[in-house]
């Protein structure tokens, strides 16, 4: 079996040797982050931005992630009427680079700055807002929400800032009541929509019978229109017949045809007998049916 010379084992071992010497001396930072350097315990005032840096071999390194990250955090919040209602919030926040140094010397790393102080104080901030709000169905309210969210914001800021983190926004994600109040409100809710729906019934009804009145205002309306054309046609009618009967009263000769035509009338019934009584005979004298058998 062959044997490897003596002199490349000694060059590969130089090259391994060297080459991971040679990688000390230089650092590659990744995008979005940040290093730390420290040397013997002694943190480095000045933090590595992202790309490659020619470094001390004797340094060792921190890398921070300083890209915007969101903490979700749920907590119970008193209010006055001491009900505990459960709100759940995030909030938007990143590490500032250039206190990246003093995050690695006061607190450490990303972990520790939630544990020790976004999450602490976030909790705090919660409980104290809770002590502003009446009742505890206030929190659905929207001026409520509002106020909370500016409170959050404000406090984090004015706390985390010197800290080193800059907070972007506090959100509210949800808001959750004690069962028996939420019981209460859907209760309520359904008496609401009870009522609305009892109103637009109503409403329905009157709409109707408003209708109905309007349907029989106009058929009224129509009656009487038609009651006044007949009322005008019969007094028309009568003043006719007035003026017709005013003009025979006043004609002799039709009363006469009119009696001829009652006397003929007369005649042509078997049963009439007809007599024309002189005035001065005691016996009237029957001038028709002379020639009838009896």
Same mark, same amino acid.
């Given at each position: $079996? ?17 080459? $991971? =010497?040679?990688?000390?001396?230089? =650092? ?35 890398? %921070? ?27 938007? %926040? ?64 004015? %706390? ?105 009338? =007369? ?7 007809? %007599?024309? =009584? ?9 001038? $028709?049916? $002379?020639?009838?058998?009896?």
């Amino acid at each position: $079996m062959n044997k490897v010379p003596a002199k490349l084992v000694t060059v590969a071992v130089v090259f391994l040797i060297l080459f $991971m =010497i040679g990688s000390r001396f230089w =650092i590659v930072v990744p995008a979005g982050h940040t290093a730390v350097a420290s040397l013997f315990g002694k943190v480095q005032d000045t933090p590595y931005s992202e790309g490659l840096h020619i470094v001390n071999p004797l340094l060792s390194w921190h890398v %921070y992630d300083v890209r915007q990250k969101s903490h979700k955090e749920t907590a119970n919040v008193p209010s006055q009427d001491q009900l505990q209602t459960q709100v759940d919030v995030s909030v938007q %926040y990143r590490l500032i680079a250039e206190a990246t140094p003093r995050i690695l010397q006061e607190t450490g790393t990303v972990d520790d700055v939630l544990r020790v102080h976004l999450v602490p104080k976030l909790r705090s901030l919660l409980r104290e807002q809770g002590k502003t709000v009446k009742r505890a169905e206030d929190f659905f309210q929207e001026t409520t929400q509002d106020t909370l969210q500016r409170a959050l914001l404000d406090g984090l800021r004015n %706390y985390l800032q010197p800290k080193g983190v800059e907070v972007d926004a506090v959100l509210l994600r949800d808001i959750t009541l004690p069962q028996f109040i939420t019981r209460a409100i859907e209760a309520k809710k359904e008496r609401e929509q009870a009522v609305e729906k009892q109103k637009a019934e109503l409403e329905r009804f009157r709409t109707e019978q408003q209708q109905k009145i309007a349907a029989a205002q106009a058929e009224r309306a129509a009656a009487e229109e038609e009651a006044a054309k007949r009322r005008l046609l019969a007094d028309a009618q009568a003043y006719e017949i007035e003026r017709i009967n005013k003009a025979i009263g006043s004609n002799d000769n039709y009363v006469k045809l009119q009696a001829l035509k009652a006397l003929e009338a =007369i005649s042509k019934d078997p049963a009439s007998k007809v %007599y024309f =009584i002189n005035g001065d005979s005691p016996q009237p004298l029957p001038l $028709m049916h $002379m020639g009838e058998k009896k």
